[in-house]
């Protein structure tokens, strides 16, 4: 009897597993493999008040795209006002990342280097030198 229980419930906890990526955000790209060889070692820092106000307004006229690099969706679309972050990594220049929500962020989080180099390649197509605005500390 205590088998039947322990199968019957591991069978309904698969069964419900996959339920819960109902509530993810619905584009974010989960099932791309990460490129972990291109791991960034920075950190996502978010934009405040202290933020220097001049690189803000330079890095966000220069962004090189108007979607999130996530999720692909439009920034400032249906998930609402962009949530804009400063990737820092020690001795290189800050870089502005947008996203459209901040679920987008633990993902980023996850495997910065592949979302940087989406950025870098999106500016090269703009004809900009590197990915926005940058500044240093």
Not at 19 to 30: P, Q, Y
Not at 43 to 71: F, M, N, R
Not at 93 to 109: E, G, I, P, S
Not at 110 to 116: A, C, Q, S
């Amino acid at each position: 009897m205590k088998i039947r229980f322990l199968i019957l419930l591991s069978a309904l906890a698969v069964g419900l597993a996959p339920s819960g990526a109902v509530f993810a955000h619905e584009s974010h790209k989960k099932d791309q493999p990460a490129d972990h060889a291109g791991h960034a070692k920075g950190q996502l820092v978010p934009v405040d008040a202290k933020t220097d106000a001049a690189w803000l307004a330079k890095a966000k006229a220069g962004y090189p795209t108007e979607i999130c690099v996530v999720s692909e969706d439009k920034l400032g679309g249906d998930m609402g006002k962009p949530q804009d972050f400063i990737y820092r990594e020690k001795s290189k220049t800050d870089r502005l990342v947008r996203f459209c929500c901040k679920d987008c962020v633990k993902d980023f989080n996850e495997d910065p280097g592949k979302y940087l180099k989406m950025l870098a390649t999106a500016a090269a197509k703009k004809g900009q030198n590197g990915a926005h605005a940058g500044h240093k500390r």
